[in-house]
């Protein structure tokens, strides 16, 4: 069993930053492959950022390229979420998430863009951005 505990979230001006944390509880954290999702108001979930194991790969969504990293320390059971120049549709509650998918090898980190692919989520952390 994993325990997902997001934090940094907040409201920023449109522009600003923020960085998320996601601390995991549990001693096989450098086996999974993490994840960032996020939930606006009145909308389905969607995919944001995932990383696998080793850090070796990472997949953003489209909406997010360029302006947010995804990052993980596993000496430290934390994945972090950096998002820069923040726009009032990133407005959300972001979500971290924990996979037995590693992504690693062929194919493993386009897998980590699924969500069915996650088998642990956290209870989500609120992101608002004013324009």
């Known amino acids: 069993q994993v325990q997902l505990v997001e934090s940094g979230g907040g409201l920023v001006q449109a522009g600003g930053s923020l960085r998320l944390s996601c601390a995991a509880s549990?001693?096989?954290?450098?086996?999974?492959?993490m994840g960032w999702f996020r939930q606006a108001p009145g909308k389905e979930r969607e995919f944001v950022a995932a990383?696998?194991?080793?850090?070796?790969?990472?997949i953003y969504a489209d909406s997010v390229k360029g302006r947010f990293t995804i990052s993980r320390d596993n000496a430290k059971n934390t994945v972090y979420l950096q998002m820069n120049n923040l726009i009032p549709e990133d407005t959300a509650v972001f979500y971290c998430?924990?996979?037995?998918?590693?992504?690693?090898?062929?194919?493993?980190?386009?897998?980590?863009?699924?969500?069915?692919?996650?088998?642990?989520w956290g209870q989500g952390t609120q992101v608002t951005v004013s324009s």
């Open positions: 549990g001693r096989t954290f450098s086996s999974y492959g």
């Open positions: 998430a924990a996979s037995f998918s590693d992504g690693v090898g062929y194919g493993g980190i386009r897998r980590l863009a699924l969500g069915a692919t996650y088998n642990y």
């Open positions: 990383i696998s194991r080793n850090s070796g790969s990472t």
